[in-house]
């Protein structure tokens, strides 16, 4: 199969061609245009892929047009369009989720939690973006949509989206340099991400007590540290759990590209009609 996966990110984007087996044969990575990204997607699906595309499959961060702040509605009515202008270009079925979704997909079918029934994917990049994985398949309601925006302390700092006291808030490599003037690849000292992890740990057991996964995957541009940081999460978790409960946490399998991988999984699923 000829599968195309995408993975929209607020700062790049990439697309790629790939197989059923969810391996990726040709990649390309662009900066995002929100202004530009349908023609962006077509101009790279073609560059990859010039005829016989199987199936198209899209994992997208909420973009809207009124900069800086995300509204969760207009995102959505504008993915459906984006949705429907792909399929109707290339004329073969086309998924689009979010893209936290298909990079927990990603890790949970083929990556880290290979093997393990519920996923909890958090990844930490410029925003927080969180998705989980049942039995294989991508599990939503409500709720799951907005973990990244969780509130974990109360009337705390002010969040991208307009809230107040959210994970994003804290964690995200955007409040990184806004609270310590530190980029995500910069070397970022113990002390910091000791304050990080607090925050973090606060956002992980909240998710846990919910959703009660085997394995949490923690994957984005912050978890290239995880060294730093993963060793002190586990052990914070492992201290507030309460007692007889534990839950693995693992650094991501594919990196940045959990994303890609959980598309073409999409992709092959859509193909085949099995969404
Ligand atoms: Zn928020």
Same mark, same amino acid.
């Given at each position: 199969?000829?599968?195309?996966?995408?993975?929209?990110?607020?700062?790049?984007?990439?697309?790629?061609?790939?197989?059923?087996?969810?391996?990726?044969?040709?990649?390309?990575?662009? /900066?995002?245009? /929100?202004?530009?990204?349908? $023609? $962006?997607?077509?101009?790279?699906?073609?560059?990859?892929? /010039?005829?016989?595309?199987?199936?198209?499959?899209?994992?997208?961060?909420?973009?809207?047009?009124?900069?800086?702040?995300?509204?969760?509605?207009?995102?959505?009515?504008?993915?459906?369009?984006?949705?429907?202008?792909?399929?109707?270009?290339?004329?073969?079925?086309?998924?689009?989720?979010?893209?936290?979704?298909?990079?927990?997909?990603?890790?949970? *079918?083929?990556?880290?939690?290979?093997?393990?029934?519920?996923?909890?994917?958090?990844?930490?990049?410029?925003?927080?973006? *969180?998705?989980?994985?049942?039995?294989?398949?991508?599990?939503?309601?409500?709720?799951?949509?907005?973990?990244?925006?969780?509130?974990?302390?109360?009337?705390?700092?002010?969040?991208?989206?307009?809230?107040?006291?959210?994970?994003?808030a804290y964690i995200s490599g955007t409040a990184i340099k806004k609270r310590f003037g530190k980029e995500q690849n910069d070397y970022i000292p113990k002390k910091i991400w000791e304050d990080i992890v607090k925050y973090?740990?606060?956002?992980?057991?909240?998710?846990?007590?919910?959703?009660?996964?085997?394995?949490?995957?923690?994957?984005?541009?912050?978890?290239?540290?995880?060294?730093?940081?993963?060793?002190?999460?586990? $052990?914070?978790?492992?201290?507030?759990? /309460?007692?007889?409960?534990?839950?693995?946490?693992?650094?991501?399998k594919f990196g940045d590209r959990s994303g890609l991988v959980g598309a073409l999984i999409l992709a092959k699923r859509v193909a085949e009609e099995k969404i």
């Amino acid at each position: 199969m000829n599968l195309i996966g995408i993975d929209i990110g607020r700062s790049k984007s990439r697309v790629a061609l790939g197989n059923e087996k969810g391996k990726i044969k040709k990649a390309v990575l662009y /900066p995002t245009d /929100p202004e530009n990204i349908y $023609d $962006d997607l077509v101009s790279k699906i073609i560059e990859l892929a /010039p005829k016989n595309i199987d199936a198209i499959a899209v994992g997208i961060t909420s973009i809207s047009s009124d900069e800086g702040r995300v509204d969760f509605d207009i995102s959505r009515k504008a993915n459906a369009r984006l949705e429907k202008k792909l399929k109707k270009r290339f004329e073969v079925p086309v998924v689009l989720e979010n893209d936290a979704d298909t990079a927990s997909l990603g890790e949970a *079918v083929l990556g880290a939690g290979r093997g393990e029934d519920t996923v909890v994917y958090v990844g930490i990049g410029s925003g927080v973006g *969180v998705g989980i994985v049942k039995g294989e398949r991508i599990f939503e309601n409500t709720d799951t949509k907005e973990l990244g925006h969780i509130v974990i302390e109360k009337g705390g700092l002010e969040c991208r989206c307009g809230g107040k006291g959210h994970l994003e808030a804290y964690i995200s490599g955007t409040a990184i340099k806004k609270r310590f003037g530190k980029e995500q690849n910069d070397y970022i000292p113990k002390k910091i991400w000791e304050d990080i992890v607090k925050y973090l740990a606060k956002g992980l057991l909240n998710i846990i007590e919910k959703y009660s996964p085997n394995m949490v995957v923690i994957g984005g541009g912050v978890a290239n540290q995880s060294e730093m940081f993963l060793p002190i999460t586990i $052990d914070i978790l492992s201290k507030s759990l /309460p007692k007889g409960e534990s839950v693995q946490i693992k650094k991501s399998k594919f990196g940045d590209r959990s994303g890609l991988v959980g598309a073409l999984i999409l992709a092959k699923r859509v193909a085949e009609e099995k969404i």
